[in-house]
């Protein structure tokens, strides 16, 4: 059955319907995630979402172009999926601004904050003179 759609010249047909049972369980699913605690910034966060609200770089896009080039490593491991886990307690190495950042995960955030909240989110492992990168 297709039915016209009032003031736009496009057709559509309904939906399929779903085989008994299938769809009894697709709600219960819906449901589930809908009630279930979202785990998120209370155990771990995104690694581009950290990343913008610890400041590192000026735009979340920007966050997730770096990690997904293949430049940061958690804990030693390569990373390019920015939305990796991250936890307190993990060590990130990445280029930023022409040099290598070794930090350490303080605490995880809740929002972007000023530039000294972000600071309190990590502690840097570099030395004062860090060498230099390829990356920029």
């Known amino acids: ?3 016209a ?6 057709t559509i ?3 399929t319907p779903l085989p008994r049972g299938e769809g009894e369980f697709l709600l219960f699913l819906l449901f589930l995630r809908m009630t279930a605690p979202h785990q998120e910034d209370r155990d771990w966060q995104r690694l581009d979402k950290w990343l913008w ?5 000026r735009t979340r896009n920007d966050c997730a172009a ?10 030693r491991q390569p990373t390019d999926k920015p939305h990796a886990r991250l936890r307190i307690g993990d060590v990130l190495t990445m280029p930023v601004h022409g040099r290598v950042r070794v930090v350490r995960v303080a605490a995880l955030a809740a929002r972007r ?3 000294a909240e972000a600071q309190g989110l990590y502690d840097e ?8 990168c390829a990356h920029g």
């Open 1 to 3: 059955m297709v039915r």
């Open 5 to 10: 759609v009032r003031g736009n010249s496009r």
């Open 13 to 15: 047909s309904p939906p």
């Open 53 to 57: 609200c610890a400041r590192f770089m």
């Open 66 to 75: 770096l990690v997904a080039q293949g430049s940061v490593r958690i804990n």
């Open 113 to 115: 904050g000023p530039a």
């Open 125 to 132: 492992l570099t030395d004062e003179a860090p060498a230099p």
